[in-house]
């Protein structure tokens, strides 16, 4: 918690230390008192990514909360892991997807565990065509649509899908 304004030496120490960090861990990223966001929010505002050169970033909960801390999400992201939580609204994690999207842009490694329902993903994974690696680890309705889309991926190496149910030919849902 910080209990005064940030000095530009606060500052400049913190940007050398985000400079170094490749690799993050979110954990009960709720437990972060609101000074230490609103301080990060005044320096860096919230265009700036936290963490200029994170190349992995897991554990990352799309709930409620989650569009107060976007600013974790970085361009440089190559290996993403995101865990959609049960009561999360629909519109929300849309909300969390586009305001991520330049960070999602640049992800190769993508590991999704969507606990909100079995209809698709809350992220629509199926349109990030430079994934080489996918991971779904929770049961899905496998639409056309989707099936469509991994099949056009040049790069996908490792698919790796729960499926709940796949469509019939002539279009229905098995």
């Known amino acids: 918690m910080f209990t005064d304004e940030l000095t530009d030496v606060d500052k400049a120490r913190y940007d050398v230390y985000a400079s170094r960090v490749r690799e993050l861990r979110v954990g009960k990223i709720e437990d972060v008192h609101a000074t230490v966001w609103f301080a990060f929010l005044t320096h860096w505002g919230p265009q700036r990514p936290l963490l200029p050169n994170l190349e992995r970033m897991a554990g990352f909960k799309i709930n409620s909360n ?24 629909p519109g929300l994690a849309r909300m969390v997807v586009n305001a991520a999207k330049p960070a999602l842009a640049s992800v190769v490694r993508l590991s999704i565990s969507d606990n909100s ?25 496998l639409t056309d649509t989707i099936i469509r889309s991994l099949a056009t991926f040049a790069h996908l190496a490792h698919l790796e899908l729960q499926i709940h149910s796949i469509p019939e030919p002539g279009g229905t849902e098995a």
């Open 66 to 89: 989650s569009l107060c801390y976007i600013m974790l999400f970085s361009p440089t992201v190559r290996q993403l892991e995101l865990q959609v939580e049960s009561q999360v609204e």
């Open 117 to 141: 329902s079995v209809t698709p993903s809350a992220i629509p994974f199926w349109e990030l065509k430079q994934l080489q690696h996918l991971h779904i680890a929770s049961p899905m309705h």
